[in-house]
């Protein structure tokens, strides 16, 4: 019996899941976390976390613990509390002149973050867009 062309288009779409939710060679946590959240959403819980970990570093035990003493309690609280867009590709704070007022417009996190920079295989570091958020002990 040949297959369905549900059954083809359900292999399909699982296969482009299973491409989309692997980390890249090289990818760091972080820019795998912002990439899989951009696609999947945050659950409530560390999923993509905890995939990252067991794919790339699973000798990172105490990984999940210390991204949630950071803060980090789900994916997305990750690249919240323990994680942010490193300094140099924030966009810098300025002054503008709007009907004789002068307005400050704060610093802001880029909108998309550029290509991974990369990091050695089994770190569970994030690579230099990102900067780690110590919160309590050490990280």
């Known amino acids: 019996m040949e297959p369905s062309i549900a059954d083809e288009a359900e292999s399909y779409l699982h296969g482009l899941l299973e491409e989309w939710a692997v980390p890249q060679p090289g990818e760091c946590i972080a820019c795998y976390l912002d990439r899989a959240l951009e696609g999947g959403g945050c659950d409530g819980d560390l999923r993509f976390a905890e995939?990252?970990?067991?794919?790339?570093?699973p000798r990172a035990t105490a990984l999940l613990a210390r991204l949630e003493s950071a803060g980090g309690y789900c994916d997305c609280e990750v690249l919240v509390n323990a994680m942010q867009p490193a300094?140099?590709?924030w966009s810098t704070s300025?002054?503008?002149e709007v009907d004789g007022r002068t307005i400050v417009l704060e610093a802001e996190p880029?909108?998309?973050?550029?290509?991974?920079?990369?990091?050695?295989?089994?770190?569970?570091?994030?690579?230099?867009?990102?900067?780690?958020?110590?919160?309590?002990?050490?990280?």
């Open 51 to 57: 995939r990252y970990r067991d794919l790339v570093a």
């Open 110 to 139: 880029p909108e998309s973050m550029p290509p991974c920079l990369g990091v050695r295989r089994g770190s569970t570091q994030p690579c230099r867009n990102w900067h780690r958020m110590i919160r309590r002990g050490r990280w």
């Open 94 to 96: 300025r002054e503008i």
């Open 87 to 89: 300094w140099h590709l």
